[in-house]
């Protein structure tokens, strides 16, 4: 029993770190005869819910894209270049400020050959990106190796040798630019090149053993059980992105009931039930029921978007230009509805008919009906309110992410109806409907306004139009949130604000700001003016999420990177031993999103920033480097021989087998000797954790 119960411990302690290791996509290669002198290179792989692999063409600056890549060809030669086939999505990126191309469920990609002698033997692997709205994997490789017979097909000799002779110079320059880039990516100092050609003559020198082939030190050692001892937990990204969508929509259900719409309507409701019944137990009952019919309703909702848009059309929101400018106008119209211009209503016919359905029916369905009713009737002042959920929560690429945003909007909408139910003796407490309804709708007006520029934000970068860079977005932010504190505290007025008389029928034009006006207005004003340094190039971790990328700020001031001193991890770690101090490993990716925002809003923190630059050495690895290395190690990882060919594959290759993890952002502190002082950390953008994070590290290297 002991044993089992220890091997049970093991096991949940291995979970964590296993879960850290990532697999998305699962490739399958085929050859496929298209003649006797034709033969198709099948790549097919299945892709997780949530992630997309990007095809081929994307820009250069963009994430990774598939490639083919040959290390042998005898008997055959290409046959145009490799393509994406089957349902291929275009969106914009924000990260990169372009379009980019890519795959969602099952992708393929297909290489045509030309078989130009009797037997043929070809080998090469496909190269591709993997991404979802949390981390990408590195670039990774597929395997291939096919040989067989054939009759070869007549062509021009001469065409083919041209072929030949063009590859051949392509591919001379792309080296010398490989060259080029991974001398300026090492630019820290001239020691650290040389240990980078050292450590690299090293790796093409022993290819028999994996610690030979790739590190030259014991610093390549696997740390995986050190880190469970530290409690390592795998991040779980999804799920908090869930809770806060659930909790977004929560908060719209709280809002939407102070509306003038909704709160009226509640001790109406809940007199109706106690007073039908006859019996306090079976009004309770009812009123419970028809709290429950409304968040089905509202579920159903959730899920019919769900089905109508689908999990690739659900991913591409979030970076379509098309569907950002719709967002955009969708929103203003919201804004001016709220602001009094008009009301958006459904037509009466639809709440009459279902109104007397309702009344014609009894039992559970006259309650649902009623309930619908409901939703019908408060649809002028809800609907913007859901709206404004669905196109947040829509365009963050999770496939339940509509579901659950209405299951908190309706959670939220019904349990008062429940509880007032259950308490009627709470009816009486209930603040009388009046003229704070309309500030309410109002200050939701200001809101939706402001959120409409974010969506316009990812037009403008679409298409170039470079009419609302970083400077103008916040000048209009700026704006809206003065206004909003103008508002809130009596200086601005719409047409539907109610006028205030005094005892003797006159209007009050000065008349008392409340309490909670006044605080909210401070609110305002006070986030107006914290946005105002972003003119000058201040990051404003705050809203980084919302304005524009710091590269459209044409005015900077602002100077504060942390930057790596050393790209290559041996000659980091043989630096650190010399100087005494622990060292920071940053994997991170040229293409991972996630990366970027925690560089911007977590490294940017002044104390941050002092820890990483004072007290350790931060190592920075690029695992989608693609500078080759000086000869293709082969390396067993988990029973598979692999092929590192970049600089890239080799921090990947050290991520993986050192740290039991493949997934960027990747932080880690080491002590000298490459043992972990900590458990890893991932993206979290909680400044306060990341400190704890650091200064732990610092404390156990201090003690040993």
């Not at 890549?69 to 914009?92: C, I, W, Y």
């Not at 350790?616 to 082969?634: H, Q």
């Not at 067993?636 to 991520?655: A, C, H, I, M, P």
């Amino acid at each position: 029993m002991k044993k089992i119960i220890s091997l049970l411990w093991l096991w949940v302690m291995a979970l964590p770190i296993m879960a850290q290791f990532q697999e998305p996509v699962k490739f399958t290669v085929v050859q496929n005869k298209l003649s006797d002198s034709e033969f198709e290179i099948v790549f097919t792989g299945d892709i997780d819910p949530g992630w997309h692999v990007y095809s081929t063409d994307i820009p250069e600056g963009g994430p990774t894209p598939a490639t083919i890549n040959f290390d042998e060809q005898k008997g055959v030669e290409p046959v145009g270049s490799l393509t994406a086939r089957g349902d291929v999505h275009k969106a914009f990126d924000e990260l990169f400020s372009m379009e980019v191309t890519y795959m969602e469920g099952k992708a393929v990609f297909v290489q045509k050959m030309r078989i130009t002698e009797k037997t043929y033997s070809v080998k090469g692997y496909l190269n591709y990106g993997a991404c979802n709205d949390q981390n990408c994997m590195p670039p990774t490789n597929v395997e291939f190796s096919f040989a067989g017979e054939g009759k070869p097909q007549a062509a021009a000799k001469a065409a083919t040798e041209k072929k030949k002779e063009v590859a051949a110079t392509e591919q001379d320059a792309g080296k010398s630019a490989g060259t080029a880039t991974a001398l300026a990516e090492t630019e820290p100092a001239t020691a650290v090149a040389a240990d980078s050609a050292a450590t690299d003559s090293v790796v093409a020198a022993a290819p028999a053993d994996n610690k030979a082939a790739v590190g030259a030190t014991d610093y390549w050692a696997p740390v995986i059980d050190e880190l469970a001892a530290f409690g390592e937990a795998a991040s779980n990204a999804a799920q908090q992105a869930w809770w806060k969508i659930f909790l977004l929509g929560f908060l719209g259900g709280l809002v939407a009931l102070l509306t003038p719409c909704v709160w009226p309507i509640i001790p109406m409701t809940v007199s109706f039930f106690l007073k039908r019944s006859g019996d306090k137990r079976k009004g309770i009952r009812d009123a419970a029921t028809y709290g429950v019919s409304i968040v089905v309703i509202y579920v159903l909702l959730g899920l019919v978007i769900t089905a109508i848009f689908g999990a690739s059309a659900l991913n591409a929101l979030s970076t379509n230009a098309i569907f950002n400018i719709f967002f955009c106008l969708l929103l203003l119209v919201f804004a001016a509805s709220f602001f009094g211009a008009f009301e958006i209503t459904l037509p009466s016919s639809w709440s009459n008919a279902v109104d007397s359905k309702a009344e014609s029916t009894t039992g559970l369905l006259s309650i649902f009906l009623m309930a619908f009713t409901l939703a019908l009737v408060s649809f002028s002042c809800t609907g913007p309110i859901i709206g404004f959920l669905l196109v947040e929560v829509s365009t963050s690429g999770s496939i339940l992410a509509p579901t659950i945003g209405m299951l908190g909007f309706a959670i939220a909408l019904a349990l008062p109806f429940t509880l007032f139910a259950m308490f009627p003796a709470w009816l009486k407490t209930m603040p009388k409907s009046g003229n704070w309804m309309n500030c309410v709708k109002v200050t939701l007006g200001f809101l939706e306004l402001a959120f409409a520029l974010k969506f316009l934000s990812v037009a403008d970068l679409a298409y170039g139009w470079h009419i609302l860079d970083r400077e103008a977005f916040l000048s209009l932010w700026i704006v809206i949130f003065a206004l909003l504190g103008a508002y809130l505290i009596g200086w601005l007025r719409f047409p539907h604000d109610e006028d205030e008389y005094d005892e003797s029928g006159n209007v009050i034009v000065n008349h008392r700001t409340s309490v909670t006006r006044f605080f909210m207005a401070l609110v305002s004003f006070a986030f107006a003016i914290y946005m105002v340094p972003g003119l000058w190039g201040a990051p404003l971790k705050a809203i980084s999420a919302f304005s524009p990328p710091m590269n459209t700020q044409d005015f900077n001031l602002y100077d504060n990177e942390v930057r790596a001193k050393f790209n290559d991890f041996d000659a980091g770690m043989a630096y650190a031993k010399q100087q005494g101090k622990p060292v920071m490993i940053d994997f991170t990716g040229y293409g991972c999103v996630n990366c970027r925002k925690m560089e911007l809003a977590v490294w940017s923190d002044q104390k941050v920033a002092d820890i990483m630059q004072d007290d350790y050495v931060l190592i920075t690895l690029y695992v989608d480097e693609k500078a080759k290395l000086p000869e293709p190690v082969k390396v067993v990882e988990n029973g598979q021989e692999r092929t590192l060919r970049t600089v890239g594959d080799k921090w990947s290759y050290l991520q993986r087998s050192k740290f039991g993890a493949n997934a960027q952002p990747f932080y880690v502190l080491l002590d000298n000797e490459g043992k972990p002082l900590n458990k890893s950390y991932s993206y979290d953008e909680d400044i306060n954790k990341y400190v704890e994070f650091l200064q732990t590290g610092l404390k156990n290297y201090k003690n040993r």
